[in-house]
């Protein structure tokens, strides 16, 4: 059995004499989320529930989880689809595009109930690109070459593509940099009641960077770093809440910019002489 709670309501014991036996929870079985939408749960990294049982928090558990419960009959089941908020383990969030799972079940004491929890996005969730464009699998790329080489530029490939087609960025000793911007983001929300989330998988053998780049009028471009990726072998999805970002520069056009560097050393010698990152669904998402 495989049990990690960030927080947990303290199970309430029942009041009594010392030799009164303690109550025998029921057990819920909680198996990773289905996801009903584009490429599933594969295409998703979904690795908390919160659980909820008649309005009482239990906790967020890594799935699967078996989660006792000090509850009997007929129950009311609520599992929200968690995930770690900027890649951080410390900081794993409900996800809110995604719907919570909701079940009616018996418990009984000492037994064991199983849940095969499923969600899909929320119907008021916005995409400013769509799933296609997002995936790069159509003709209208949303991208576009910033560091001023034509020969350092993206190019989509399906070559160990996540699906599809994917964005291939490399950098050698002769084009050190590469640098590569998303088209202009209007009318995103600027508030914190209005969360704006980035989702992108991604694969890469050597660091880069992910910024945020926001204009006003003719005035110059703003930026602030938001991550630094380390080096993946696999493919790896990650989730990123901008919403502190784009309050921070508070313009009315947004911009991702990814940056490739070949990195340096202390004393600055290039320590690795070529690198390569592939990124696959760019998904800017929001209410």
């Known amino acids: 059995m495989r049990l990690r709670n960030y927080w947990f309501a ?16 029921a057990y819920l079985h909680i198996e990773p989320f289905t996801v009903n939408a584009t490429g599933g749960a594969d295409w998703q990294k979904i690795t908390e529930g919160w659980v909820y049982v008649n309005n009482q928090l239990l906790g967020g558990f890594t799935l699967p989880a078996t989660v006792p419960v000090l509850a009997d009959g007929e129950s009311q089941v609520l599992v929200f689809p968690g995930v770690k908020e900027n890649g951080l383990t410390s900081t794993p969030a409900v ?27 929320a119907p008021a969730a916005i995409f400013p690109w769509s799933v296609e464009r997002a995936s790069f699998n159509t003709t209208s790329v949303n991208l576009e070459d910033r560091d001023g080489d034509s020969l350092s ?21 002769a084009h050190r940099i590469n640098d590569v911007a998303t088209e202009l983001l209007l009318d995103l929300p600027v508030t914190q009641a209005q969360p704006v989330w980035l989702e992108m998988n991604y694969k890469n053998d050597i660091p880069f960077e992910l910024w945020v780049l926001g204009t006003q009028g003719n005035a110059s471009e703003l930026s602030l770093g938001v991550y630094q990726f380390v080096p993946a072998e696999n ?53």
């Open 95 to 121: 996800y809110p595009f995604l719907e919570r799972f909701e079940a009616e079940v018996v418990l009984t004491s000492g037994q064991t109930t199983n849940l095969q929890p499923a969600t899909k996005y």
């Open 10 to 25: 303290p199970l309430l014991l029942l009041a009594g004499c010392k030799d009164e036996p303690e109550p025998i929870p």
């Open 235 to 287: 493919w790896n999805k990650i989730y990123f809440n901008l919403t502190t970002f784009l309050i921070a520069l508070n313009q009315d056009k947004y911009r991702l910019l990814f940056r490739v560097n070949l990195p340096r050393d202390d004393k600055g010698n290039i320590i690795q002489n070529t690198g390569t990152v592939l990124l696959d669904n760019l998904r800017i998402i929001h209410f």
């Open 153 to 173: 530029t993206f190019v989509l490939t399906t070559d160990g593509a996540f699906e599809g087609r994917s964005v291939l960025l490399s950098v050698d000793t």
